[in-house]
């Protein structure tokens, strides 16, 4: 079964820097899709950005990007210029692709803080 | 926003009683999941769904059922609520495999006593 795992249950960043969160996922799979889903206080769940597993070239979406190493199984988010709209917290997630059983896998979770 | 509607928001209920959250949508999307959502553990999938009775298990799924019964509606049930089932609970759909997004509701909490 595929895993997704968020080392980082909190971090911190200040207003205007960028930060990092860290993704690592397990599968055995070849094709599969990465996502990014934000959710504010608002319990709202927010999606962030996606990748392909078959794209090498890396997503972003305005202030968003990701760092995705296939051989790694490794997926970051990166946000610059970080804004105290940012503050939420933030999950990684793995979908698998064909077969009519395709779920989405999340991991923990990292609570970010903007500080101003 | 997707047209997701979870129903109740709120619900406090006892151990032992039955519980069914309903979750209604309008886009005519083939593909309904129920997740659950507590501290520690991130969103966790309980059931899903990829057409109209098709349903199948989650990773936590013992004390769960689920109905789909038309397309637009998913119900999840607890048969006898215990209160290691306090938690939110999300519903989300999307319309295709692979990387459509999912689109999620306002959630439900619940709380079991």
């Known amino acids: 079964a595929q895993t997704v795992t968020q080392s980082q249950p909190e971090m911190s960043v200040q207003e205007a820097e960028t930060v990092t969160l860290s993704c690592t996922y397990d599968t055995s799979e070849s094709d599969y899709y990465l996502f990014w889903y934000k959710q504010p206080p608002s319990r709202q769940m927010i999606l962030v950005i996606r990748q392909e597993a078959y794209k090498q070239q890396n997503a972003t979406e305005n202030r968003f990007s990701v760092n995705f190493q296939k051989a790694a199984k490794s997926f970051s988010l990166k946000i610059s210029d970080s804004q105290l709209g940012d503050a939420a917290m933030y999950f990684c997630a793995y979908r698998t692709t064909g077969g009519g059983s395709e779920k989405l896998v999340f991991g923990k979770g990292t609570k970010l803080t903007v500080n101003p | 926003d997707a047209g997701i509607t979870q129903s109740p928001r709120h619900k406090v209920t006892e151990t032992g009683t039955p519980v069914t959250l309903r979750c209604h949508q309008t886009e005519n999307h083939r593909y309904m999941y129920w997740y659950r959502q507590d501290p520690g553990h991130g969103l966790r999938l309980i059931h899903y769904?990829?057409?109209?009775?098709?349903?199948d298990k989650g990773e936590v799924s013992d004390g769960y059922s689920v109905s789909r019964s038309k397309t637009e509606d998913f119900l999840l049930t607890l048969e006898s609520a215990t209160s290691s089932q306090t938690s939110v609970y999300f519903c989300?759909?999307?319309?295709?495999?692979?990387?459509?997004?999912?689109?999620f509701g306002s959630g439900t909490q619940l709380s079991v006593l």
């Open positions: 769904s990829y057409g109209v009775k098709d349903t």
């Open positions: 989300a759909i999307s319309a295709f495999g692979g990387n459509e997004k999912l689109f």
